[in-house]
């Protein structure tokens, strides 16, 4: 499936005069082959989810959650999380919205959880990835839901409302898609694509700073350096990724292709997902954003939860695989 790219580095670098069997090279070919493989991935998939982003309101799910197990509105809202917005920050008005329409905390919170914490891009990235691969992606999914289920189930036990802030009013959907089947699957197929292109607009450059230190790691980070700090010998080394990950900000494609150039130096599973998620979920602009809706003393709970899920997460990924 994703050959056609590896060939396309593969003629590039050679085109170039380069020798894959150098640092340069494998640097250079890691670049070439992921920033291609990456822009047609993320707005193939965009556009897919786009189309099921044009039909949901906070309304919707309120009233589809009516009466149905609390169980299944955590499920139902790490699905959401799944195919909605793109990093944590962008997921905060549709957070909001979800408050705003009555929907129970514990839900929500699951929601604000796997959003940026599971991202259908970076999964399918790791699929495809050299040193990821299915099993990498699988454990990078099953462990996103786990916290984000178990999150909104404290949630709700410890009736985290009393610590929301207010209710802002609801936001609506951004494609009204009137009139015949027709028009409206144009009006869709216009919407998806112009959501499609302006998202790939606003992060390619996140996505080619995150290649090119991905790149340098790839080509030039010395495996012992690397063993020494975040490798198996390291008891620490758990810990250190999530202190390294929570005070960045980046969203999945550009942190993805610098976890895959770690895994190929050898640092381990679970060490490794940890900073993708502490990187991912936690930072500081998101953070500023839910203190319009929480108060400090939930955005506290939420970072302190977060942190110990993914270093539990870590250390356990790292004793079984």
Same mark, same amino acid.
């Given at each position: 499936m994703f050959q056609v790219f590896t060939s396309l580095a593969d003629w590039a670098t050679l085109r170039m005069g380069l020798d894959i069997n150098t640092h340069l090279g494998q640097a250079v070919h890691f670049f070439i082959e992921d920033i291609t493989k990456i822009f047609v991935l993320i707005y193939v998939l965009i556009f897919v989810i786009s189309l099921f982003r044009a039909q949901l309101s906070a309304e919707k799910v309120r009233d589809y959650l009516s009466g #149905?197990? &609390?169980? =299944? !509105? =955590?499920f139902l809202a790490v699905f959401l999380g799944v195919v909605t917005p793109f990093c944590s920050c962008s997921s905060i008005p549709l957070f909001i919205g979800f408050i705003a329409a009555g929907i129970p905390v514990g839900i929500t919170m699951a929601f604000l959880i796997s959003s940026p914490l599971i991202s259908e891009i970076a999964t399918i990235m790791l699929l495809g990835m050299k040193g990821a691969g299915p099993l990498v992606a699988l454990v990078y999914v099953l462990a996103g839901m786990v916290i984000a289920v178990a999150g909104g189930w404290l949630g709700d036990f410890f009736r985290l409302e009393k610590w929301l802030v207010y209710k802002p009013a609801v936001t609506g959907v951004a494609c009204s898609c009137r009139g015949n089947i027709k028009q409206r699957v144009k009006e869709l197929v216009i919407y998806a694509h112009h959501f499609a292109w302006d998202t790939l607009k606003g992060i390619w450059l996140y996505v080619v700073a995150g290649l090119l230190v991905g790149a340098a790691i790839h080509g030039y980070v010395p495996v012992e350096w690397l063993a020494r700090y975040l490798g198996p010998q390291n008891p620490w080394a758990v810990p250190l990724a999530s *202190?390294? !990950?929570a005070p960045l900000y980046a969203n999945h494609v550009g942190v993805v292709p610098v976890i895959q150039a770690l895994l190929l130096k050898g640092v381990p599973v679970g060490t490794a997902l940890v900073i993708l998620m502490s990187i991912t979920a936690v930072s500081l602009p998101e953070m500023m954003m +839910? &203190? #319009? *809706? +929480?108060?400090?003393?939930?955005? !506290?709970a939420f970072l302190a939860y977060l942190i110990i899920a993914f270093i539990a997460v870590g250390y356990l990924l790292n004793a079984i695989l």
């Open positions: #149905k197990n &609390r169980w =299944y !509105g =955590y *202190v390294i !990950g +839910l &203190r #319009k *809706v +929480l108060s400090w003393k939930m955005i !506290g």
